[in-house]
């Protein structure tokens, strides 16, 4: 996952949050996360990315719709990544639950 963008990573996030995620879905959560028009090339061309890493599967929703799923592999170094984040972070997250 060392080798993935900010903008992968942050796809697989919301492909392992969301129940049905597919483009249109993806796309509306990064924008409102990044406050800006995501267009369909970026979007699409690094989902395909994810795919042939082996992280995520493409498949069909309907006629036109693809949908997208991490792959065992891309939980896994999900879960890796979440736990590198905790190691370093875990403790200021805490401290600020606290300060609230």
Request: proline share 2%.
């Amino acid at each position: 996952m060392d080798d993935l963008t900010g903008f992968q990573r942050d796809l697989l996030y919301v492909i392992a949050g969301l129940d049905e995620p597919h483009g249109l879905a993806l796309k509306d959560v990064l924008e409102e996360y990044y406050g800006t028009e995501i267009h369909h090339g970026r979007l699409y061309p690094n989902l395909d990315t994810l795919v042939d890493k082996g992280l995520v599967k493409k498949g069909k929703l309907d006629q036109r719709t693809n949908k997208y799923e991490l792959t065992e592999r891309g939980r896994r170094e999900l879960r890796a990544r979440r736990e590198w984040e905790d190691q370093y972070c875990g403790e200021l997250v805490s401290v600020e639950s606290e300060a609230r």
